[in-house]
């Protein structure tokens, strides 16, 4: 072995470390979601990190997140309900444009239409129907006060779901 080849595999073996400890790091600071779904348990995994991203405002990539969750699982209703809560990109910001709230509007019916969800995950997906309802003739305002109230009487049946407190 020459000394390239060999300086070639200790940088190569360096970057793997490096790079996997970065990584590591990333997902640590994340943090850590439990939010149980109906689908794979591959997707329960895929789905917890993509909500950690989503607490993080780690927009475009909560989108992608939940996009490839539904590409492999295409029955998995929570993944469009993550599809459609990643449309606002943060939503403490507005008035969103149309085709952002367009997008979120058909997510969430492909997620009522989806075959894979149990009647918590259907109140989900209606608390969140309410933000997208009529966007083209309701006010931002009167939308997000509707999603507020339906999140609090998601969170008031679920008092033990700590993602129903942390949306609500």
């Known amino acids: 072995m020459t000394l390239i080849q060999t300086a070639a595999i200790l940088l190569t073996t360096l970057f793997g470390v490096f790079g996997h400890s970065a990584a590591s790091a990333q997902e640590d600071r994340l943090g850590q979601v439990t939010f149980p779904i109906s689908c794979s348990s ?26 490839a969750i539904a590409d492999k699982e295409p029955g998995c209703a929570m993944a469009y309900w993550g599809m459609a809560i990643s449309e606002r990109p943060n939503p403490l910001v507005g008035p969103f444009p149309d085709d952002v ?11 009522r239409t989806a075959s894979q969800k149990d009647m918590r995950e259907s109140e989900w997906i209606e608390a969140l129907a309410v933000f997208y309802e009529s966007y083209l003739t309701v006010p931002q305002r009167i939308r997000t006060l509707k999603y507020e109230a339906t999140m609090a009487s998601l969170h008031a049946r679920y008092p033990e779901d700590v993602e129903a407190a942390v949306f609500y």
């Not at 997707?43 to 909560?62: D, I, K, M, W």
């Not at 709230?101 to 997620?111: D, F, N, Q, V």
């Open 101 to 111: 709230l367009k997008r979120g509007w058909e997510a969430i019916a492909k997620a």
């Open 42 to 67: 591959e997707a329960q995994g895929q789905f917890n990190r993509a909500v950690a991203q989503l607490h993080s405002f780690f927009y475009p990539e909560t989108l992608k997140a939940f996009s």
